[in-house]
């Protein structure tokens, strides 16, 4: 089965306070990718990080940073001293990569929605 | 440069009503994606698009719904017969697709279809 699982459904902190985003993701395919996008209020999905199944190496990128962890099929988000501008709601995805198709079905986690309050 | 553009951003019909969403992607992008998103749900997908042809439509509901992309750029999703379950937002995304790697797809704002 293919699935993502998002467990936090909303996640309220105060400005500056750091979260973490859990993603826990189900697949029988070697090689596939992981994604998180932001849906701000505006509604359109924002990209944020790309991550294949061979790349273990954690990343940071400003305020977010990414742990992926293989053993525990696990791909958490955390932004440190949030913003009120990161208040969204935020998916994590999987794109599981068959030699069979020629293409990424993405499938989305039912998403996080987080609140930052001033 | 420009995203993913759609229109119309709102579209309000009757049951019964039949419906086209529009999708302009990136330029340059070959692949084309449609999803659907339900209110406090993740987008789920319905159909890609490799150029012009449907590579897979395995996520279309049922019938009533059909896609087109004839010149391998804009693709109009069509809903027949519309129910109230069919609202929602329809979501387009395109990536640039090339043989056997894998490309980020870039969203557009959606249209929000409501089924009165």
């Known amino acids: 089965a293919q699935k993502v699982t998002q467990a936090q459904t909303e996640i309220s902190v105060v400005e500056k306070e750091d979260v973490t985003l859990d993603c826990v993701y189900e697949t029988r395919d070697t090689t596939y990718y992981l994604f998180w996008y932001k849906q701000p209020p505006s509604g359109e999905l924002v990209f944020l990080i790309r991550?294949?199944?061979?790349?273990?190496q954690n990343e940071i990128s400003g305020r977010y940073s990414w742990n992926f962890q293989k053993s525990t099929s696990s791909f958490n988000f955390t932004i440190t001293a949030s913003q009120v501008v990161d208040s969204a709601v935020y998916f994590c995805?999987?794109?599981?990569?068959?030699?069979?198709?020629?293409?990424?079905?993405?499938?989305f986690g039912p998403g996080t929605s987080l609140s930052v309050i001033p | 440069g420009a995203g993913v553009s759609q229109t119309p951003s709102n579209k309000v019909t009757e049951k019964g009503k039949y419906v086209e969403l529009r999708c302009d992607p990136i330029s340059g992008h070959t692949a084309l994606y449609w999803y659907r998103q339900s209110l406090g749900q993740g987008p789920e997908f319905l159909i890609y698009f490799q150029g012009t042809g449907a590579a897979d439509d395995s996520g279309l509901p049922n019938d009533r719904f059909f896609a087109v992309r004839p010149e391998g750029s804009v693709s109009t999703l069509k809903i027949q017969r519309t129910e109230r379950g069919d609202s929602a937002v329809y979501l387009c995304?395109?990536?640039?697709?090339?043989?056997?790697?894998?490309?980020?797809?870039?969203f557009g704002p959606g249209t929000r279809l409501l089924v009165l």
């Open positions: 995805a999987l794109s599981p990569q068959n030699v069979k198709t020629s293409y990424d079905k993405v499938i």
């Open positions: 991550r294949n199944s061979f790349d273990e």
């Open positions: 995304a395109s990536s640039l697709k090339g043989p056997g790697g894998v490309e980020t797809q870039y």
